[in-house]
C-alpha cells in the first residue's frame, strides 16, 4: 500500500512564499500523475495543478503563473512551489498521487493535507 506525507503548510503574510512538499512511500509501486487540490472551508476540493510521470504540468487558472508544481521522480516526491499568495488561496492542500501495483494496475492515494493560511 502507498502512503502520502505532505509537509510544508503554515502561515505566510499576503504576498508571500510558501513551499509544498509530498513523499510517496510504499514496496514495489510505480507513481503516475501527481498532483495537488485545496478545499477552503465550506467549499468543494478542486483542482491546482497536475504533473505528469514525463513531467507536463497544468494549473487551474487561478494559480497559473504564481504556483510552479514539480517532482523527483527518483524520490517519489511532488512540490508545489506558491508565490505571491492571496487571502483567497487559504484552504487545506492535499496531494494526490496515482499509482499502480502488481496486484493493483491502477489506484488513486491521497495525502493528510496541510493548512495554508494566508494574512491579509
Known amino acids: 500500500q502507498v502512503q502520502l506525507v505532505e509537509s510544508g503548510g503554515g502561515l505566510v503574510q499576503n504576498g508571500g512564499s510558501l513551499r509544498l512538499s509530498c513523499a510517496a512511500s510504499?514496496?514495489?509501486?510505480?507513481?503516475?500523475?501527481m498532483g495537488w487540490y485545496r478545499q477552503a472551508p465550506g467549499k468543494q476540493r478542486d483542482l491546482v495543478a497536475v504533473?505528469?510521470?514525463?513531467?507536463?504540468?497544468e494549473y487551474d487558472a487561478t494559480v497559473k503563473g504564481r504556483f510552479t508544481i514539480s517532482r523527483d521522480n527518483a524520490k517519489n516526491t511532488v512540490f508545489l512551489q506558491m508565490n505571491t499568495l492571496k487571502p483567497a488561496d487559504t484552504a487545506v492542500y492535499y496531494c494526490?498521487?496515482?499509482?499502480?501495483?502488481?496486484?493493483?494496475?491502477?489506484?488513486?492515494?491521497w495525502g493528510q493535507g496541510a493548512l495554508v493560511t494566508v494574512s491579509s
Open positions: 494526490n498521487a496515482q499509482y499502480s501495483t502488481t496486484s493493483l494496475p491502477r489506484a488513486t492515494v
Open positions: 510504499g514496496r514495489d509501486f510505480s507513481i503516475g500523475d
Open positions: 504533473i505528469t510521470s514525463d513531467g507536463m504540468t
